[in-house]
């Protein structure tokens, strides 16, 4: 079987989506033959680009001869002649517009819905994005397979740890991460909040007393971070998986994340639940999971074990063949 794959996110992020394919496609190329299909973007004007010409019509024309063209996002064509599989990360643009760009939203509500009909297979990276394809698009539970994220190898318990005593939130500074109700949630207990995630979008700032931005940084260091990390606090607003939760769990951290939704089964009981609304719970969250600590690490460590890349990647190209 020859795949064709939009690889044109590695191009535009380093974040969840780079990770997915990092991660899969040498465990895919081992199972089907792979051509790599890269758009270039640059800048706004790039961007416009990949959305009006190269997912419409570049894309799917340069597939042709594959027998299953993926695209590991719902940026993709509405029309292939290749059968299609689409992965969907999460649908938080349609639940939570406020918090994105206008071109995001506007480019989600009029073309990722046909993308998503165009596709034979539509894979989700959890339990809940498939409930929320299900309930939001309207794609019928015969077309979807789960697929889910896991942590790279990078991501154990045993290596360096950073010093000091601190709590940990990563993740782009973006709305939706609810950066503001971490910091708050931080100072009421008097401990250091250090952020590790890219500049992003909406204003949103990692600062503030008790507050250390570390930036980008790289998979060593992240985890050198985790590791050292008295409690990881991930209370997003909305999530299709929350990689942060199980690469925490798989460095030994505690966690505290939100109730509901993909991080609590990616958790799987394994992590401090909090109301992501309310800043008394998240600083109680944080307080339990400090007191905690030994027994969370325990079972964050049996949890993480439980996802595979290896396993995903079966999944994957059981979907490529359901889809051919």
Not at 228 to 231: E, P
């Given at each position: 079987?020859?795949?064709?794959?939009?690889?044109?996110?590695?191009?535009?992020?380093?974040?969840?989506?780079?990770?997915?394919?990092?991660?899969?496609?040498?465990?895919?190329?081992?199972?089907?033959?792979?051509?790599?299909?890269?758009?270039?973007?640059?800048?706004?004007?790039?961007?416009?680009?990949?959305?009006?010409?190269?997912?419409?019509?570049?894309?799917?024309?340069?597939?042709?001869?594959?027998?299953?063209?993926?695209?590991?996002?719902?940026?993709?064509?509405?029309?292939?002649?290749v059968?299609?599989?689409?992965?969907?990360?999460?649908l938080?643009?349609?639940?939570?517009?406020?918090?994105?760009p206008?071109?995001?939203?506007?480019?989600?509500?009029?073309?990722?819905?046909?993308?998503?009909?165009?596709?034979?297979?539509?894979?989700?990276?959890?339990?809940?994005?498939?409930?929320?394809?299900?309930?939001?698009?309207?794609?019928?539970?015969?077309?979807?397979?789960?697929?889910?994220?896991?942590?790279?190898?990078?991501?154990t318990?045993?290596?360096?740890?950073?010093?000091?005593?601190?709590v940990?939130?990563?993740?782009?500074?973006?709305?939706?991460?609810?950066?503001?109700?971490?910091?708050?949630?931080?100072?009421?207990?008097?401990?250091e909040?250090?952020?590790?995630?890219?500049?992003?979008?909406?204003?949103?700032?990692?600062?503030?007393?008790?507050?250390?931005?570390?930036?980008?940084?790289?998979?060593?260091?992240?985890?050198?971070?985790?590791r050292?990390?008295?409690?990881v606090?991930?209370?997003?607003?909305?999530?299709?998986?929350?990689?942060?939760?199980?690469?925490?769990?798989?460095?030994?951290?505690?966690?505290?994340?939100?109730?509901?939704?993909?991080?609590?089964?990616?958790?799987?009981?394994?992590?401090?639940?909090?109301?992501?609304?309310?800043?008394?719970?998240?600083?109680?969250?944080?307080?339990?999971?400090?007191?905690?600590?030994?027994?969370?690490?325990?079972?964050?460590?049996?949890?993480?074990?439980?996802?595979?890349?290896?396993?995903?990647?079966?999944?994957?190209?059981?979907?490529?063949?359901?889809?051919?």
């Open positions: 079987m020859k795949v064709a794959i939009d690889v044109t996110p590695l191009e535009l992020t380093r974040a969840g989506t780079a990770r997915y394919l990092d991660s899969l496609l040498p465990r895919v190329e081992r199972e089907v033959t792979v051509e790599r299909l890269r758009g270039f973007a640059a800048g706004k004007a790039g961007t416009l680009w990949l959305d009006l010409a190269w997912y419409p019509h570049v894309l799917p024309h340069r597939a042709r001869g594959a027998d299953v063209l993926h695209c590991p996002t719902y940026r993709g064509p509405v029309r292939s002649r059968p299609l599989v689409v992965t969907v990360h999460d938080a643009v349609f639940r939570h517009p406020e918090a994105f206008p071109w995001t939203r506007t480019y989600s509500r009029v073309v990722v819905p046909r993308v998503v009909r165009a596709a034979r297979i539509v894979a989700a990276v959890s339990e809940f994005t498939a409930g929320e394809l299900e309930a939001v698009l309207r794609v019928p539970r015969e077309r979807i397979r789960v697929v889910p994220n896991a942590a790279d190898a990078t991501f318990d045993v290596g360096p740890r950073e010093e000091g005593d601190y940990l939130a990563v993740g782009t500074l973006e709305p939706r991460k609810n950066l503001a109700r971490t910091i708050a949630a931080a100072q009421r207990l008097g401990v909040l250090r952020v590790a995630g890219a500049r992003g979008w909406g204003g949103v700032e990692a600062r503030g007393d008790g507050v250390r931005w570390e930036g980008e940084v790289g998979d060593e260091q992240l985890a050198r971070l985790y050292g990390a008295l409690c606090v991930y209370p997003s607003l909305y999530e299709g998986f929350g990689i942060p939760v199980l690469e925490a769990m798989a460095c030994g951290a505690p966690v505290v994340t939100s109730r509901g939704g993909a991080t609590d089964e990616v958790a799987g009981g394994a992590a401090v639940l909090v109301d992501p609304h309310d800043v008394s719970s998240i600083a109680a969250g944080i307080e339990e999971a400090i007191a905690r600590r030994d027994e969370l690490r325990a079972a964050g460590l049996r949890r993480a074990s439980a996802y595979s890349w290896d396993a995903s990647a079966r999944l994957l190209v059981q979907a490529y063949e359901d889809a051919a």
